[in-house]
């Protein structure tokens, strides 16, 4: 006996996708936000990358599109917020560092440690240096020289 | 100064994903011209106005933001095609200055960096029927040289796309020497207020009858 196979159901009206689209514009803004917020945070250290690429646009985005958009955001918003997170610790370490050289400079012989170091802008660095040169290091005169300003362009 | 606002259509399925996005303009009796010395020192004071740390907070400023959100939310990357008041901040950065051009762009460039609203302006008499925001249509191109890829956003009268959306503006509609009447034009996006749409228009037209 032939079963007659049943044909597979087709919707008469297509999937509303603007529900969709509209959770998927709000996630967007959402992690545009963070990024900005990132964005201010990291000012003035370097070497982030908080970059998401355009689409060609301005353009209506299909939903695919809107879905890497939003993917691409929230890796992008994840790695800047670790990044930051790894360096904000290593400057904690530096600020403790120029502290414990202030304390003791003898124990923190030549350590130079630059405003770079603790994410602020600017040339000044503290360098741990003997008074008066060699009279200085044979005598065990040391101290830190805190350094400030830009050298001139060239 | 009388200012009569308008607000252009805008199509359904644009409208269906950005129900807040609109364009509002202004007609505006106006011949382009050479900045008057006022004009002039008003875009050294407000290029004064301008600091690092302000550039840099601007992405948090509630206005330059919401049109980041919408260059993304559009396929734009706002980091590498700037939205109209991060470019001018960034020239001002980079220049040490503001720039005078001619009356009709330093207008613009004040009404946009007073307000971060994204203002243009069209030639009038260049234009057919009523302005609107929609997608472009398959083949279509901008002032007959630049083709449009298909769903990109235009700004377009009646007859053809006049400018792209936070883009360049065709020259088959944009001011020219000859122009008499213009038609300033201020994008709105989610989170805009009114009231900032009206000022930057304002101000524009304020500018241009210096």
């Known amino acids: 006996m032939l079963l007659q196979q049943a044909a597979p159901a087709v919707p008469r009206t297509l999937p509303d996708e603007r529900a969709a689209r509209r959770t998927l514009l709000d996630q967007v803004a959402r992690l545009e936000d963070e990024l900005a917020q990132l964005f201010c945070s990291v000012w003035p250290r370097k070497g982030f990358s908080l970059g998401v690429p355009g689409r060609g646009g301005p353009r209506l985005l299909s939903l695919a599109e809107l879905e890497e958009v939003r993917d691409e955001l929230a890796t992008s918003v994840h790695h800047a917020r670790r990044a930051l997170s790894d360096r904000t610790y290593g400057e904690e370490q530096s600020r403790r560092l120029i502290e414990e050289m202030l304390l003791d400079p003898e124990g923190h012989k030549w350590l130079r440690v630059s405003n770079e170091d603790i994410g602020e802008p600017g040339c000044k660095h503290w360098h741990v240096r003997p008074r008066w040169s060699f009279i200085g290091m044979l005598m065990g005169w040391w101290r830190v020289v805190i350094s400030s300003g830009c050298p001139l362009a060239t | ?210």
């Open chain 2, 1 to 210: 100064m009388e200012l009569q606002l308008e607000e252009a259509w805008v199509e359904a399925e644009l409208a269906g994903d950005f129900p807040e996005l609109g364009l509002v303009h202004a007609p505006l009796e106006a011949r382009p011209r050479k900045s008057p010395p006022e004009v002039k020192e008003r875009l050294r004071a407000l290029a004064d106005r301008y600091t690092g740390g302000k550039v840099i907070h601007m992405r948090q400023d509630a206005v330059p933001w919401a049109y980041r959100v919408f260059s993304r939310q559009v396929g734009i990357d706002p980091d590498t095609d700037r939205t109209p008041v991060e470019r001018i901040a960034v020239e001002r950065l980079r220049h040490g200055g503001l720039k005078s051009e001619n009356l009709v762009d330093d207008a613009l460039t004040i009404a946009i960096a007073e307000t971060g609203v994204p203002v243009f302006a069209l030639d009038a008499d260049k234009l057919a029927g009523e302005l609107g925001l929609r997608l472009a249509r398959p083949g279509e191109e901008l002032a007959g040289v630049r083709p449009l890829s298909a769903r990109q956003l235009v700004v377009a009268d009646d007859e053809r796309p006049v400018a792209i959306v936070l883009g360049e503006v065709g020259h088959d509609a944009g001011v020219t020497r000859g122009t008499e009447r213009m038609r300033l034009c201020a994008l709105r996006a989610k989170g805009v207020p009114p009231i900032a749409i009206e000022e930057a228009l304002w101000i524009a037209a304020e500018t241009l009858y210096t």
